[in-house]
């Protein structure tokens, strides 16, 4: 049974495939596809139509491939929907309005608003609290929550608890509350009709999350989530004319992503030919060629496309994307094996591991400035990992006296051991020894140790370079895109020539690159020959 279909995730879509693939061997093999928007005969239509092989074996007993669809009318009490008579201009501001009106004017009832990320619901819930202050007393309190994907599974678990009487609950969620999460007495929804949406742009190379209007079929689910309970009402901050313009459905994750991890993963599987594999959407063929000569430069893939044996095997078996599984495969080599399984998982942590109550950024970054590297930031988490294991081990006492994130840190640490356990089945050893004498330092102060470190990084992430222009912002190496250090990154207002780079964020009208490291030019030529050729050109 395959859940969520109609989310049209990469791993979804891809299962589908497979399975079509299948059931060619196993006719008897039953499919159960459920799908919480109206695109069951797309589903349908997939599995009856015959793939080029079929077709050429004139494999069709029509009887074998007959799918039927069920619907299930979900119990939903009437929903008004309420638009914009003109557009907001800045919609988290507009929320918050939106939200104390419904407060103040409203019957009872929880609130839930979609918002596009961590950022904006961090900001929501400041502003609210601050607004809240000023509150006429005859108003109940509310009870701001924030829901998205990156919080512990503990902090998620508050949205579903009933509020005290007299209270209010406002849940501020990014699009896991559209289908994933049903939460009770939910009975307002503002709708922003924005989504953050993966987007690669394959002549630059950079993917990055980047707000997007949302679908037609999404701000239907979304409105959907009022009339659970009783009769509810959804007030989206767009107007009526702005929604016709919407498209019925977003584009599926295949049609806008990096496609190098979905290749090696069915390489792995033994599908050859990834051009001829059935996908539910076919990919663009710009992203697929892409995706091939970044995983030929990776040495992942050989000149005959064909999965390189051992170090394409394993950086498929390995669950991290291909840039960092080639890093970790090449550690044992650079000898700073320890150190990049460490970065490996710290980097998996996307920005959540240094934390701020409100008013305390200043004090957060003194305490980054104990464990910063000059070279950047992945050698700036090494520092706090190692700190964290040894000086403060593994407590959350130590945690909050250094503003980190216990939660996020706990999990790096597991995440090290799994991946430690991946290159154990590989026969690849970790000598933990040496780490432990460098973390007895206060920091990774030996500087060859560093190097071999920047230099293992560029081996992988030789894809992901930028160079520093005078006026402080960074280019790409095709020179055409401009990036921003992310203000998170220690490279925010310092000085570098050349930095690898791990992830990108497109916030407005900037692009961020996070996690930022010094490297050489000349190991470019180095460790990616093939990807990077020399013109004889001035600078």
């Known amino acids: 049974m395959v859940d969520e279909a109609h989310e049209r995730s990469i791993s979804t879509d891809i299962i589908l495939g497979l399975l079509k693939k299948i059931r060619r061997k196993r006719p008897d093999l039953r499919i159960i596809i459920s799908s919480a928007t109206l695109q069951a005969k797309e589903f349908m239509d997939f599995f009856m139509r015959s793939s080029d092989d079929q077709a050429s074996k004139g494999n069709g007993d029509a009887k074998d491939a007959a799918a039927t669809i069920v619907s299930l009318e979900g119990r939903t009490y009437p929903i008004d929907i309420l638009y914009l008579e003109s557009p907001a201009e800045d919609y988290v ?11 103040t004017q409203e019957s009872e009832g929880d609130i839930l608003v979609f918002l596009t990320g961590r950022e904006e619901i961090d900001n929501a819930l400041e502003a609210v609290a601050e607004r809240m202050a000023g509150l006429d007393a005859r108003y109940g309190p509310l ?9 512990s599974s503990e902090q998620q678990m508050y949205v579903f608890d009933k509020p005290p009487d007299g209270t209010r609950k406002v849940v501020f969620s990014t699009n896991i509350a559209e289908a994933s999460v049903t ?21 630059t190379g950079i993917e990055s999350l980047t707000a997007t209007p ?14 659970r309970t009783r009769p509810g009402k959804c007030f989206r901050l767009y107007t009526e004319q702005s929604y016709q313009t919407l498209p019925e459905a977003n584009v599926p994750e295949l049609q806008r992503s990096n496609l190098a991890p979905v290749i090696l993963q069915l390489k792995a599987l033994g599908i050859d030919n990834v051009i001829r594999f059935d996908f539910l959407s076919s990919p663009p063929a710009e992203l697929m060629s892409k995706a091939l000569e970044l995983l030929y430069a990776l040495g992942a893939l050989d000149e005959y496309a064909k999965l390189t044996k051992p170090l394409g095997s394993r950086m498929a078996e390995l669950a991290v994307e291909p840039m960092m599984a080639k890093t970790l495969l090449s550690a044992q080599s650079f000898g700073c094996l320890s150190e990049i399984l460490t970065i490996a998982a710290m980097t998996t942590l996307s920005g959540s591991v240094w934390f701020h109550h409100d008013g305390e950024r200043k004090k957060m970054e003194t305490s980054r400035r104990k464990f910063a590297v000059e070279e950047g930031d992945h050698l700036t988490l090494l520092n706090a990992y190692q700190a964290f294991v040894t000086k403060g081990k593994k407590e959350a006492k130590f945690c909050h006296e250094n503003n980190l994130n216990y939660k996020s840190m706990t999990r790096a640490v597991s995440i090290r051991a799994q991946l430690k356990r991946y290159l154990e089945r590989f026969s690849i050893n970790v000598d933990e020894t040496l780490a432990g004498q460098a973390s007895s330092s206060s920091s990774v102060d030996n500087t060859k140790k ?24 960074f280019r790409n190496v095709e020179g055409g895109t401009v990036l921003y250090a992310h203000p998170s990154s220690l490279m925010f207002n310092r000085k ?3 930095v690898i780079f791990h992830e990108v964020m497109e916030t407005g009208s900037k692009i961020f690159i996070r996690d930022l490291t010094k490297i050489e030019k000349a190991w470019l030529l180095e460790y990616a020959p093939e990807f990077y050729k020399v013109a004889d050109r001035p600078g």
């Not at 501001?93 to 104390?100: H, L, P």
């Not at 560093?450 to 912002?473: K, N, S, W």
């Open 143 to 151: 009870m701001p929550l924030p829901l998205y994907a990156g919080l």
């Open 183 to 203: 939460i009770d007495g939910i009975v307002f929804v503002v709708d922003t009709g924005f989504v953050k949406l993966r987007a690669y742009n394959p002549t």
């Open 214 to 227: 949302i679908s037609k079929a999404a701000a239907s689910q979304r409105a959907g989530r009022a009339g």
């Open 450 to 473: 560093a190097e071999q470190i920047r230099r293992c990084l560029t081996a992988g992430y030789f894809a992901h370079v930028a160079r520093m222009q005078p006026d402080g912002t």
């Open 496 to 498: 570098a020539d050349w």
């Open 93 to 103: 501001e507009k929320v918050i309005n939106v939200v104390f009106d419904i407060h």
